[in-house]
């Protein structure tokens, strides 16, 4: 299973895709789902919404698990990962582009921001903020 013993780990990894899937899954939707969950959702309904949200992402853990040997039957291993690592890397452009920056502002402030449709999405190193604010 893999390379023979005498390729070395370059060789190996640089021909699997998994490592490709597992970085832009992990620096987009793997985290975005917990993200979201904690920051993002309206005070009011958070905790619901957090639920929901954790309750979605297992379904879809369920349903992969459930089709990943077939559609490794119809695709092989390595066209399932290259369809996850291309998945998560479309998931990686649309959190840069869409997920409001959150680092610094309090949850009234995201909330408040996203109510009024100014919250913008990263874009690039921010300036440390002042932690020490009250509101």
Known sequence: ??????AGA?????TRPEPAYEAAFSASLGIAMWLVNSEVFPTAVRGKA??????THWVLNLL????????IQAITP??????YAVLGALGFVFLARRMPETRGK???EIEADLQRGTASPVSGPQPEADMT???
Do not use: D, W
């Not at 370059?10 to 640089?14: E, I």
């Not at 390595?78 to 369809?83: P, R, V, W």
């Open 64 to 71: 992969i698990s459930v089709t990943v040997l077939t559609t």
């Open 50 to 55: 957090g639920s929901f949200g954790l309750a």
């Open 106 to 108: 309090r949850l009234e």
């Open 78 to 83: 390595s066209g399932l990962f290259f369809a």
């Open 1 to 6: 299973m893999g390379a023979p013993a005498s």
């Open 133 to 135: 604010r009250t509101p």
């Open 10 to 14: 370059s060789s190996f990894y640089g």
